[in-house]
């Protein structure tokens, strides 16, 4: 994060790694602020990016909708 370059993927895998400690405010936190960062889904596929946003969005899912 310190220097400004895949701010989203740092956030996102941070944010996987709360989840799987458990802090799961933590975590929430973090999926949000990576989705914030990630290309929309509107993209391209082949977008980088594209395929860690649908993996944020299914864990961000899977802690508010259990």
Not at 33 to 47: F, N, W, Y
């Amino acid at each position: 994060l310190l220097f400004g370059q895949l701010e989203g993927h740092i956030l996102a895998e941070r944010g996987r790694t709360y989840d799987l400690w458990g802090d799961w405010n933590c975590a929430i936190a973090d999926y949000r602020r990576a989705l914030s960062k990630l290309p929309p889904q509107a993209i391209k596929r082949d977008e980088p990016g594209w395929r860690l946003r649908l993996q944020v969005e299914n864990w961000l899912n899977d802690l508010l909708f259990p």
